[in-house]
């Protein structure tokens, strides 16, 4: 059964360093998102990635974050210069079709620690 | 904004009980999931439903549009099904989540 991988698995960075997560979704998903969830917190949105352009951004998605489908494959979330609070467990996740009608397939994380 | 709310927060069961989870959120929704989350944190979809009811095999899942509530049900709950248990709703092009619920089923 195709499934959504997320590397690294856990990553490591000190404060003020820019962090790439990686994420390569299910092929024939179209619509893709990244949430994250701080530890003992709940998940939250971060971005949702339609036809190569974001269709939606929480507040928590500002301009450190960015999102990029460069190659048809991989979906990337790019924080610049990461703070402390930003250390949380990041999902990505694709669906085939609108939000409204469809399940969501997550990817197993990345937990992203910075210090 | 939609708030969704889930109780409890913490559940303990003995091997075989009936399990009810409940979740309620405040505003008109296209759709709810319920989502289940493993202590190494992955999330697996369980069902996603606009109305009426779903069952696969020993979970059962209900929503109630109009009272803007939905359960999750586990019938003969065995040790394996614990799991952090998450509602989330689609509200535009995302998914609001509850803080979940932590189920422990005991032998």
């Known amino acids: ?115 | 904004k939609n708030e969704v709310e889930q109780s409890p927060q913490n559940l303990t069961a003995q091997e075989g009980e009936f399990i009810t989870i409940n979740c309620s959120y405040s505003v008109g929704i296209s759709a709810l999931h319920w989502l289940q989350q493993h202590p190494g944190g992955g999330i697996v979809s369980l069902f996603m439903l606009s109305s009426g009811k779903k069952k696969h095999g020993r979970l059962i899942a209900t929503i109630n549009i109009q009272e803007k509530h939905s359960s999750l049900h586990i019938t003969a709950s065995h040790p394996r099904d614990s799991a952090v248990y998450i509602c989330a709703v689609t509200w535009g092009d995302k998914l609001i989540f509850g803080t979940g619920t932590r189920l422990q089923v005991f032998p």
């Open chain 1, 1 to 115: 059964e195709p499934e959504v991988t997320q590397t690294p698995s856990h990553q490591v960075t000190q404060m003020g360093q820019e962090v790439i997560l990686h994420c390569v979704p299910i092929s024939n998903h179209l619509y893709f998102y990244w949430y994250r969830q701080i530890l003992g917190q709940k998940v939250e949105f971060l971005v949702s990635f339609y036809n190569n352009e974001i269709s939606e951004k929480s507040e928590i998605f500002d301009d450190q974050f960015s999102v990029e489908r460069p190659d048809g494959s991989n979906f990337t979330l790019k924080i610049r210069s990461t703070k402390l609070e930003d250390s949380a467990m990041y999902f990505c996740a694709g669906s085939s079709g609108t939000p409204s009608y469809n399940e969501q397939f997550f990817g197993p994380g990345t937990r992203l620690t910075v210090l």
